[in-house]
């Protein structure tokens, strides 16, 4: 039971990784170099990046509905 709660923790923060990578892209368009990776470890990176993407655009609507955020002018 350990094993698998080590395996939640490690998933998880690997979705936090790839969330917060994935907000950096966003806002200031820097990404990873990946010139000299082949092309299977850029499609894993690309796949990985695209997840945090994806909890991005699940969040916002979430956080701009919810009355525990709102928006700065």
Same mark, same amino acid.
């Given at each position: 039971?350990?094993?698998f709660g080590r395996l939640v923790h490690y998933g998880v923060d690997? *979705?936090?990784?790839?969330?917060?990578?994935?907000?950096?892209?966003?806002?200031?368009?820097?990404?990873? #170099? =990946?010139?000299?990776?082949?092309?299977?470890?850029?499609?894993?990176?690309?796949?990985? *990046?695209?997840?945090g993407e994806r909890v991005i655009d699940y969040?916002?609507?979430?956080?701009?509905?919810? #009355? =525990?955020?709102?928006?700065?002018?």
């Open positions: 039971m350990a094993m690997l *979705l936090l990784i790839s969330t917060a990578l994935a907000g950096i892209r966003r806002s200031t368009g820097l990404t990873p #170099k =990946l010139d000299d990776a082949n092309s299977t470890v850029q499609g894993v990176i690309k796949q990985y *990046l695209d997840v969040a916002k609507p979430w956080m701009a509905d919810s #009355k =525990l955020f709102k928006r700065q002018p």
